[in-house]
């Protein structure tokens, strides 16, 4: 443990929450921290004189006096406000270099608030977010979106110091004071030998071979659970320069997103590696399957074909206009890439849900997909077929032997690419970035 005191900002709205607010103050300097509290109420009310940054301030940040915030009945404007001046306080206590974690408390405005603040941080600087709300349905995947914020589910309300409360405060509190006061290892990637991958359970095995093998020839393999949120992440990752390629073994997200399924990827996935110039290898686990929310299932989804993964997961088989579209789709941001591209593409099966015996299992209505992308796609972009199932051995062969030929150098234009990005951290909506300066 190191013996130097650092300190935590504390974000809250003293006008509903300022007696739990004092009381974390008060603990996490009693236990070494330098807290710091911040007002950042929406009502113009006037100001609590025991936080250390007054409403004011963070009104003024925001451009916006407290008259305005009381005269206007627009919530939603007066918490954007105090949310950009919160923003521009906190880049610069980190610029100071006066606070090392960020730990937030309040109730659904609060969450949303809170958040907002958490996710301008880069990743790897401590956050931690304390919340009635935290189990709200779908709320905490709207608001953290990629940001790597520790949230914690205070099940009752932050609303009276009784003993329950106590307990949850002193334990975030806690927490936080050890992460601040610990030794943790910097958040940072070699960016000339670091490989980004994409995984998802039903090709676990191959992603597993993939990575043991590339690291034993000194490539460090960043993993990231193609579920949506986490392809978004390392979309914005490879965009902030932090790796030498990519092996994209499960960009289902990109027709989840056309779609609108729960593996939503956003408008961007399958390009930032094209932009930034840097080699990609592309495969197909999941992409010829799709998930919408059961509660959202048409006739036509009703009568697909399906495999249950678990309890909670179902995949449906892509019909074959559905195929087609995606392969198109597929090759128009592929054919954007600036860099050395190759698709790599099992013939018996895209996954461990396509096999023999599998309801979902139609190798020959898969091809309706690589037909389209040879039509569509860059001639210069060489499609791989390999006579095997994603998870059988040679395949995972055949992406590390194709993998250590183009990750061996990296293009010219890449690397200027990368020297002209200057390390930044992102506005009020990135969630992945390095450290300020």
Request: proline share 5%.
């Amino acid at each position: 443990m190191t013996s130097a005191r650092k300190g935590i900002l504390i974000l809250a709205t003293m006008d509903t929450k300022g007696p739990e607010a004092l009381y974390l103050r008060h603990k996490i300097r009693e236990w070494g921290g330098k807290a710091l509290l911040m007002d950042f109420s929406t009502k113009g009310k006037r100001q609590n004189r025991e936080a250390d940054i007054p409403v004011s301030e963070v009104a003024k940040a925001g451009r916006v006096t407290l008259r305005q915030l009381a005269s206007s009945q627009d919530r939603d404007l007066n918490m954007a406000r105090m949310v950009s001046g919160a923003i521009k306080i906190t880049h610069r206590l980190v610029r100071e270099g006066k606070i090392h974690g960020i730990l937030g408390i309040g109730g659904y405005s609060g969450f949303l608030m809170a958040s907002e603040v958490m996710r301008s941080l880069p990743f790897g600087f401590p956050k931690i977010l304390v919340s009635s709300a935290a189990a709200f349905p779908g709320l905490p995947t709207r608001l953290i979106q990629t940001s790597d914020i520790v949230l914690f589910n205070s099940v009752i309300e932050i609303a009276g110091l009784t003993g329950l409360l106590k307990n949850v405060l002193d334990r975030a509190g806690l927490a936080m004071v050890g992460i601040v006061q610990g030794t943790v290892t910097e958040p940072s990637t070699d960016r000339m030998k670091a490989i980004a991958m994409t995984m998802l359970s039903p090709c676990e095995g191959c992603a597993g071979t993939v990575r043991a093998a590339l690291e034993k020839r000194d490539y460090p393999v960043v993993g990231f659970h193609a579920t949506g949120i986490g392809d978004r992440a390392m979309e914005a990752m490879i965009s902030e320069g932090l790796f030498r390629g990519v092996i994209d073994l499960a960009p289902g997200g990109v027709g989840e997103h056309l779609y609108g399924f729960m593996r939503d990827a956003g408008p961007t996935r399958l390009e930032a590696a094209g932009r930034m110039g840097i080699p990609q290898i592309i495969s197909t686990c999941g992409v010829n399957h799709i998930t919408p929310r059961k509660s959202k299932y048409t006739a036509d989804h009703d009568l697909r074909r399906r495999h249950d993964i678990d309890r909670l997961r179902t995949w449906l088989r892509m019909s074959p206009r559905e195929l087609k579209e995606v392969a198109t789709l597929f090759s128009e941001k592929l054919n954007l890439s600036r860099g050395p591209v190759k698709v790599v593409i099992p013939l018996r099966g895209w996954s461990s849900v396509d096999s023999p015996g599998n309801p979902t299992y139609d190798p020959e209505e898969d091809r309706l997909f690589t037909t389209e992308l040879r039509k569509t796609l860059r001639k210069d972009i060489e499609i791989i077929e390999v006579n095997a199932n994603m998870e059988d051995p040679v395949f995972a062969k055949t992406l590390i032997k194709l993998a250590l030929e183009m990750f061996k150098e990296v293009p010219s234009h890449a690397q200027a690419h990368r020297h002209s990005q200057q390390p930044r951290h992102q506005g009020r909506r990135g969630q992945v970035s390095e450290r300020p300066h």
